[in-house]
């Protein structure tokens, strides 16, 4: 009777291609990855946002900083002044203030403008007080009781007139001063006020710059690690590409090939040889042959 054995395998191109993915499989999976090559890395501040920190700092009276060299955060502070920007405006603003604030808002000139009308004043009375004395002798009455009246009411209005005169011009001149304090003082109250806005915004834009130079940095680093990361992981996607492909290939082409390995019939036996076979059985070779 024949004895058949069937094996099914794929083809033998096919299954050379899967020794050998097999064989690539086992080599690549074999040897880890160096992450270490494309791990996350944060960029480190650099100078723009370093010059941002570093005038608010000073704006709020603190030291110089010190930075990391290495990821340029801030390490430490050094001793300030303890003064904030605006402070000094508003010392400034604080002299103009208060009863003798306007002293130092008269002018030099003053005194000589004052002296120079009153003088001027003087040298009007003196014609006028000469003029009485001249009506006086053309009326025949010079040295009269009459002519002195007249003189002694003209000194007395003369002097009142001065008196007034003198005092319009110094109070003049304290108003002046006075208005001359209170427009410094605002104008220092008003720098106060600017001066940390104006400084916000230097900061804002220091900062703005530094943040955008920032995201340029983080973009190389990130770029950078992205390249490493695809060229350590390129192999194993050609490998995918192959096992893929072979994948493919034997889903594509499922028929298989079949062996076949037969064994020699056995001849059937004579009655002769049935009868040999049974006796030497039953009684061995050697009582037969005697």
Do not use: C, H, W
């Not at 003209?154 to 001065?162: E, N, P, W, Y």
């Not at 995201?215 to 590409?241: C, N, S, V, W």
């Amino acid at each position: 009777m024949a004895i058949t054995e069937t094996i099914s395998r794929p083809a033998p191109y096919l299954e050379a291609a899967g020794e050998t993915l097999l064989g690539l499989t086992t080599a690549l999976t074999g040897k880890p990855v160096d992450t270490s090559a494309f791990a996350p890395t944060i960029a480190g501040q650099g100078p723009l946002t370093q010059a941002a920190q570093q005038a608010a700092a000073t704006q709020a009276g603190l030291g110089t900083l010190q930075f990391d060299p290495t990821t340029g955060a801030v390490t430490g502070v050094g001793a300030g002044t303890g003064v904030a920007g605006y402070q000094p405006f508003l010392q400034q603003a604080q002299q103009y203030m208060g009863p003798q604030a306007y002293q130092q808002f008269m002018s030099p000139y003053q005194q000589e403008v004052v002296g120079a009308t009153l003088s001027e004043f003087d040298k009007q009375r003196q014609i006028a007080q000469q003029q009485i004395s001249q009506g006086a002798i053309q009326a025949g009455a010079f040295g009269g009781g009459r002519e002195g009246v007249q003189q002694a009411e003209f000194g007395a209005q003369t002097l009142q007139d001065r008196a007034l005169l003198q005092a319009q011009l110094l109070n003049q001149g304290y108003q002046q001063a006075q208005q001359a304090a209170v427009t410094a003082q605002q104008q220092a109250a008003g720098l106060a006020a600017l001066q940390p806005s104006l400084a916000t915004t230097n900061i804002q834009q220091l900062g703005a710059a530094g943040t955008a130079n920032l995201a340029y940095q983080q973009a190389i680093l990130d770029a950078a690690a992205q390249g490493k990361q695809t060229a350590a992981y390129e192999p194993y996607q050609r490998l995918g590409f192959l096992g893929s492909t072979i994948g493919g290939l034997i889903s594509g082409y499922p028929q298989a090939y079949m062996t076949q390995t037969q064994t020699p019939a056995q001849p059937t036996a004579s009655p002769l040889s049935q009868a040999l076979s049974g006796a030497a059985t039953v009684y061995g070779l050697g009582s037969l042959l005697r």
